[in-house]
């Protein structure tokens, strides 16, 4: 029977187990719990397509502790988007890495048209999800509910979604509720050099704006 939680040592400790062992495991982040496993394992991220029934052509984002992991996943953050990153990052920011061939990655997207495989990443402003992962390392993540269902804020939500087929739930009590973060990827050929994929919390216009900060645009 799958194990509930309270965030501490103890348990961080038990998830970051988990996860080296192909398990899966829910979080809390700072906005709902999140269902998570380890971005390199192939197997534990079919499960979490699986018991989600979440679509394939929909990618998993991975999280991270701090932008400092990008370069050990073979990630990179394209200009303008590391100066972004710098700006907005913890937050509700989701910019899209370009993997390099040393990524290791089981969630990176390759595109049909042979362009360059890309991740989106995020670093959740949240000390508890910060400490967490800090203890896993980074985690492939989606949310924690059925595909199509409402998110779940409180652990016992994701319980009643899930079950047994998660390992372990680690409770960090209810979160602040779905507030989707903006998805932006590096495009020359785009206005300003990017292309936002989603509007979230952080408006259009705002990183537009911080794009021309100081009069100048915000480049490599």
């Known amino acids: 029977m799958s194990a509930v939680s309270k965030v501490n040592d103890e348990s961080i400790e038990r998830a970051a187990a988990i996860i080296r062992g192909g398990g899966l495991i829910v979080v809390p982040t700072d906005t709902v719990y999140g269902i998570a496993c380890d971005p390199a394992n192939a197997q534990a991220i079919d499960r979490i397509y699986r018991i989600k029934h979440r679509p394939r052509f929909k990618s998993l984002q991975v999280l991270l502790a701090s932008i400092e992991q990008l370069d050990g996943l073979g990630l990179d953050l394209p200009a303008p988007l590391n100066r972004l990153a ?90 602040q509720g779905h507030v989707a973060s903006t998805v932006v990827a590096a495009d020359p050929l785009g206005r300003d050099g990017i292309d936002i994929l989603r509007e979230g919390v952080i408006p259009q216009s705002v990183i537009r704006r911080a794009l021309h900060v100081n009069g100048g645009g915000l480049g490599a």
């Open 86 to 175: 710098a700006q907005f990052l913890p937050g509700a920011f989701s910019p899209i890495a370009v993997a390099r061939g040393d990524c290791p990655l089981a969630t990176v997207h390759a595109p049909a048209d042979g362009g360059p495989r890309t991740q989106g990443i995020r670093i959740p402003n949240s000390a508890l999800t910060l400490r967490i992962l800090a203890g896993t390392g980074p985690l492939a993540a989606s949310s924690a509910n059925l595909s199509g269902e409402q998110s779940a804020q409180t652990v016992d939500e994701a319980v009643c979604a899930f079950g047994d087929a998660v390992d372990l739930y680690l409770d960090g009590g209810s979160t």
